[in-house]
């Protein structure tokens, strides 16, 4: 008879369960660096800005402090173009707001932890609202590049998860319907589409795209599915919003790149930075 392996799944728990505490440590100490060097003891909201969305960000305010996120405890420097790589605080009113100008995405390999650790460590600073914004790839024809849209679901497909272990967070109403109808109260001809993550970095070819459309996905990326996950995990309130940036693959017969997704960015920076100006203050 083949030997039984006592104990292993008390052995993958407990590698499980240290995995958790050093995440939780990493950003409980990433979060006690930044309102040391912010002097905010608690932030309210947090933005994380996607490709093609830095532009925007000036609208929102003067920062109170802008420091580095690789800086902090758990953080490493974006390496996309278009990623600043710094966060900021700003004041909104008697809000607080933070702002992550740029992520990492999963592709860059560091590990789904990585991913999601400035979602982690916003939590840990006392955030109660996301904001997660990404330039994308759009299936709807009427989406011209700049577009922005309001993502009202998504589908995951980088077959991974921020979460370990028995933890079965309920995904229902993730992207925040009454969100959505504050933002709309700013803009009401904002559409709204269910945003499709792939791994990534490549980009998808014609027959993915057509999968995607025939699955129910209106909006495709490499970004924004995990964060919310691990924000909805924490308890936060999440608000996605995508800025199409070019037709999807197949849609046009032009080939995708980079440099046209920060382009739309720059095109649309005034609308976005008015729209995101005017809608944070009401969370």
Known sequence: MPAVVRGAPDDLRHSRNVRQV???????????V?????????????????????????AL??????????SLPGFVQPA?????????????????????LGRTHFYEGHGVAKVVHGVRTAAAAGVKTLVLTN??????????????????????LTATSPIEGANFVDLTDLYSSRLRALVREVDPSLDEGVYVQLPGPHYETPAEIRMIGAIGG??????????????????????????????AAGMTGEP????????????????????????????
């Open 22 to 32: 050093i995440t939780s440590d990493l950003a409980r100490q990433a979060a006690d």
């Open 34 to 58: 930044l309102a040391e060097r912010t002097g905010v003891e608690q932030h309210d909201i947090a933005l994380v800005m996607g490709s093609g969305w830095l532009p925007a960000a000036d």
């Open 61 to 70: 305010g003067e920062p109170v402090a802008e420091i580095p996120a690789a």
């Open 80 to 100: 996309v173009e278009g990623h600043g790589g710094t966060i900021r605080s700003i004041a909104l009113g008697d809000r607080r707001l933070l702002v992550f």
């Open 135 to 156: 330039g994308c790839g759009g299936l709807n024809p009427a989406w011209s590049p700049g577009t922005p849209v309001l993502i009202s679901d998504h589908i995951n």
């Open 218 to 247: 209106d909006l495709v990326g490499m970004s924004t599915t995990l964060e919310a996950i691990a924000a909805r995990e924490a308890g936060m309130e999440v608000l996605g919003l995508s800025l199409v940036t070019n037709a």
């Open 256 to 283: 995708l790149n980079h440099e046209e997704v920060l382009e739309a960015g720059r095109s649309a920076a005034t609308r976005m930075g008015a729209l995101l100006a005017d809608v944070l203050p009401r969370f």
